[in-house]
């Protein structure tokens, strides 16, 4: 997945907004651009943030493959292990502890298990793990989300959908993180005319949040197929017409990019129908949400995708797309296979360290090449592995292979 990301983005310019102009300005992204072949040890700090659910046995399988490629690259890790959501709030009260955001922002790149699990589902919204994760995003400032959904050949046998529908899907969804509905203000408890009990929420978006995003997207199609598809609700949705409006003015920057704006509902069902007919995808955080796990299970399995977020500095996020999953939590079934991916992805995109990734990417190909499979992607004739085992099979292979050139 990593491989075939390897010239999705290219530094971004954030704007300079007047009200009705597009003025662009160099900024820079934490995809560090560094030189190859770099030579003699590194040292990077890395911020594991474990979790909950199966986040501790995926971050640890991930930690391990880091581990080994660095002894094997010349790079040292300084791991710093810090609790979020549900475990940071049994054990200090709040989803997301100051020492937690501190210690990720002075780090190189953060790594992120899962968040969430039954046990916190009744606790009030700011005891919620899941606010831990929405505030950890804040104050990373990572506003793009890049969710690529790769069906292998490996594994198009594990697609829900007909082979034919699903052999060859090859896309990106870039979804903007830290506007939109789930933080949008104003938000709260009420009541109606009718004394009724009311819960609300402010889908709202500014032009500089949705230029800034549009980049991305435009810059993402510019480095694949050149082709945009920018997702929104603009026939109801006011926050939507102004999405369409600024995403369609930033269209005369990118002559080289085929923009089409589709209505998410309708994008939902043609992520099903005619997946192959997408190549980028920029939407907003909820559509983006929603859609990026449509389209996982396209591929398979939620388990086999990794993400980056990232912004305009400092260290960048990546975590694998899916949850916490607490009905198999402890019980060695979890696919550490996405968060493997997410390392790599760290490693190409947080650290600038490419041979290193390739060689964690080739890995992944390889284990599954031998026919290893966890339950998730499991199907006949191949070997049925847990968590542990997995990662011990996608070691051997770090440990044997050159770095090769791949595409996930």
Not at 142 to 155: M, T
Not at 277 to 291: A, M, P, R, S, W
Request: aromatic content about 6%.
């Amino acid at each position: 997945m990593a491989a075939m990301l390897a010239n999705l983005v290219r530094p971004i310019r954030t704007p300079d907004f007047t009200r009705n102009k597009l003025s662009p300005t160099p900024s820079r992204t934490n995809f560090r651009c560094l030189a190859s072949g770099k030579s003699g040890e590194r040292s990077y700090t890395l911020t594991l943030l474990p979790g909950d659910g199966i986040g501790p046995e995926v971050v640890a399988v991930a930690k391990e493959v880091l581990s080994l490629t660095g002894s094997l690259e010349g790079i040292k890790f300084h791991f710093i292990e810090m609790p979020v959501g549900g475990s940071a709030l049994d054990a200090v009260g709040v989803p997301l502890p100051d020492e937690t955001l501190n210690t990720a922002k002075n780090s190189d790149a953060v790594l992120l298990g899962a968040i969430g699990g039954y046990k916190w589902d009744k606790n009030e919204k700011h005891l919620k793990p899941e606010t831990g994760l929405l505030q950890l995003r804040d104050g990373l400032g990572v506003y793009a989300n890049i969710r690529p959904a790769v069906v292998l050949p490996q594994l198009v046998d594990a697609s829900t959908l007909k082979k034919e529908v699903a052999e060859r899907v090859n896309l990106v969804i870039v979804r903007e993180l830290t506007g939109g509905i789930y933080f949008g203000k104003p938000r709260g408890f009420g009541t109606n005319d009718n004394n009724e009990d009311i819960g609300f929420n402010t889908e709202k978006y500014s032009a500089s949040e949705i230029d800034r995003i549009g980049r991305v997207g435009f810059e993402v199609a510019r480095k694949r197929n050149g082709k945009l598809c920018s997702v929104d609700k603009a026939n109801v949705l006011e926050a939507s017409m102004l999405w369409r409006q600024r995403i369609t003015m930033l269209a005369s920057e990118y002559p080289d990019v085929e923009l089409s704006h589709m209505y998410v509902d309708n994008a939902a069902m043609q992520l099903i129908r005619d997946p192959k007919q997408f190549d980028t995808i920029v939407t907003n955080n909820i559509f983006g949400d929603i859609l990026s796990d449509e389209a996982s299970m396209l591929t398979g399995s939620i388990g086999m995708l990794p993400s980056a977020s990232i912004g305009e500095s400092g260290p960048g996020l990546f975590e694998p797309i899916h949850g916490s999953a607490p009905d198999i939590a402890g019980q060695d079934k979890a696919n550490p296979l996405a968060t493997v991916l997410s390392a790599a992805m760290l490693l190409k995109y947080g650290l600038g360290e490419e041979s290193a990734a390739k060689r964690i990417e080739t890995a992944v190909i390889e284990t599954l090449n031998r026919g290893f499979r966890t339950g998730d992607i499991f199907s006949s004739g191949t070997t049925l592995v847990g968590c542990k085992r997995m990662g011990e099979e996608v070691l051997k292979c770090v440990d044997s292979l050159m770095p090769a050139s791949v595409t996930i």
